[in-house]
């Protein structure tokens, strides 16, 4: 079975191509004129380049080919569940996308991790929790007799770096499900539709380097950006940075409790005493403690989420496009990216 649609398609135009290059240079041979003669030598020889470029491109990616068993003994398939579909050919895209947004821990240097997605989930959803009953503790009033007063001005600085913790994660959750979408992208197009029309292009005189150019892409999204992944993961795998989800949801059930103290204040203010107070102010102190000191743990696990999500994958782009442009390179075109191009 032929695995690329474009591979036939590919071998008759070269058949085609040989057979007009043989008559041109048939023709410069019997007119003995020199520009039919260069013309057809020049596409014989791109021909058999074109020939042996299809053939190599079979070869290395075909199932079972050279490159795609290559990559699947670099990165091991996580899980086969997961890696269904368009990610079931390409263990490396596979691993990178379970690494990004899957559900199930992922093994990095023999130590299991979890994937990106549900480290920032199992902290957004307490955090977010806490975030909103602090939030009600700090806008209730408590009225005694003709004094009234709330916990505002000491909760709304804590409320203020949750909020920003908060949505440093949401951020990080789009980037990842971001990439998770391009890999699949790149699962479903790079080998099944770009690199086909980039062979059959290739073949074409007043094309070719636009062929080239989309081979040296297909090649670069499939092959080179998924194994930059494994990079990745490697590296932040030697540094982890853990928010413990248990002190979160300690904090989240004291607050409870100091809300609902404050609650049944307000409810039979006319008739306590300030002194009641103490144990609710006591156990309100406690909290914004131990908040205070759970926010330096907070904090490096945001930024390390955030170099994970964003920085090493901008790593990963960088690689990918100087692989791409040294590949169009050596498929006889050029590619600029601007001021990526300084790489």
Do not use: W
Not at 10 to 32: E, F, K, P, R, T
Not at 295 to 308: D, F, G, P, R
């Amino acid at each position: 079975m032929v695995y690329f649609p474009g591979y036939a398609i590919a071998i008759a135009i070269i058949a085609i191509m040989l057979a007009v290059a043989g008559i041109l240079l048939g023709l410069g041979y019997s007119l003995d004129d020199r520009k039919l003669k260069e013309l057809g030598r020049a596409e014989l020889i791109q021909s058999l380049i074109n020939g042996v470029i299809v053939g190599s491109l079979f070869i290395a990616f075909s199932p079972g080919g050279l490159v795609i068993n290559l990559i699947n003994s670099i990165a091991v398939m996580p899980n086969s569940s997961y890696c269904t579909g368009a990610l079931s050919s390409n263990s490396a895209i596979c691993f990178a996308y379970n690494y990004l947004a899957g559900y199930t821990s992922v093994t990095i240097n023999g130590v299991k991790h979890q994937t990106l997605l549900s480290s920032a989930l199992s902290l957004l959803v307490p955090l977010s929790m806490l975030y909103v009953i602090l939030g009600v503790i700090g806008a209730l009033k408590v009225g005694i007799g003709i004094i009234s007063f709330s916990f505002s001005g000491l909760l709304n600085p804590l409320l203020s770096q949750l909020n920003y913790a908060i949505s440093a994660i949401v951020f990080a959750i789009t980037g990842i499900e971001v990439q998770a979408v391009l890999l699949k992208f790149v699962g479903l197009t790079a080998v099944p539709v770009l690199l086909p029309t980039g062979i059959v292009l290739r073949t074409f005189y007043f094309t070719r380097r636009l062929g080239g150019a989309i081979i040296a892409v297909a090649i670069g999204l499939f092959a080179v950006l998924p194994l930059t992944y494994l990079l990745d993961a490697q590296l932040s795998g030697e540094y982890s940075s853990s928010m413990n989800a248990a002190t979160i949801s300690s904090l989240i059930t004291n607050s409870t409790q100091v809300k609902n103290a404050l609650s049944g204040i307000n409810a039979q203010s006319n008739t306590i005493s300030l002194g009641f107070l103490d144990p609710v102010i006591n156990m309100l102190s406690g909290i914004v403690s131990q908040i205070e000191n759970a926010l330096e743990s907070l904090l490096n696990y945001i930024a390390l989420l955030i170099v994970e999500v964003f920085f090493l994958p901008t790593f990963s782009i960088i690689l990918t496009i100087v692989s791409i442009r040294e590949l169009a390179r050596i498929l006889g075109t050029e590619i600029s990216f601007g001021r990526f191009d300084v790489f």
